[in-house]
């Protein structure tokens, strides 16, 4: 690396529940930031509601119960879907899998990453437009 080269890094912070994105400017001994931006509602927990939603509905429509009113199934299945979602962030498909969910009613899907981000796909337009908005703040 050049050592009087400046080499601008930007470290992006997905979190559960937002979004946070800085870039910093690097020379040899010296380290400067750029600006930061942050978005309080893009994070996580918002694939997981989509993936709530769709499942519940499934569930719904086949038992004809509906876990996304009891506060206990709820959980449950928010749970299995956070797991489910870290998996798919390494593999091309995952299972949900929740045990008497309702009703002993079990609940098990199988739910591939395109399958995932055809989705999520107006949730990726909004990650894209914060990145963009960041690289316009930041003005690099």
């Keep these: 690396m050049d050592e009087k080269k400046e080499r601008i890094v930007a470290f992006v912070d ?3 529940s937002k979004l946070s994105i800085t870039y910093a400017s ?3 001994s010296k380290m400067k930031i750029l600006g930061t931006y942050s978005n309080k509602n893009l994070g996580a927990r918002q694939i997981d509601f989509q993936l709530f ?3 519940g509905g499934e569930f719904f429509k086949k038992y004809g119960c509906d876990p996304r009113e009891n506060i206990r199934c709820r ?3 928010l749970d299995s879907i956070e797991k ?3 998996l798919l962030s390494g ?3 995952a299972d949900v899998h929740c045990e008497s969910l309702l009703e002993d009613e079990d609940l098990h899907r199988n739910i591939k990453r395109e399958d995932l981000e055809e989705l999520v796909a107006d949730f990726i337009t909004d990650f894209r437009k914060c990145l ?3 690289l316009e703040k930041t003005g690099k």
Excluded: P, V
């Design 14 to 16: 997905f979190g559960h």
């Design 53 to 55: 939603e769709m499942l």
């Design 26 to 28: 690097f020379i040899k």
């Design 91 to 93: 593999n091309k498909e």
């Design 75 to 77: 959980l449950r299945l």
């Design 84 to 86: 489910t979602r870290k």
């Design 132 to 134: 963009d908005e960041s």
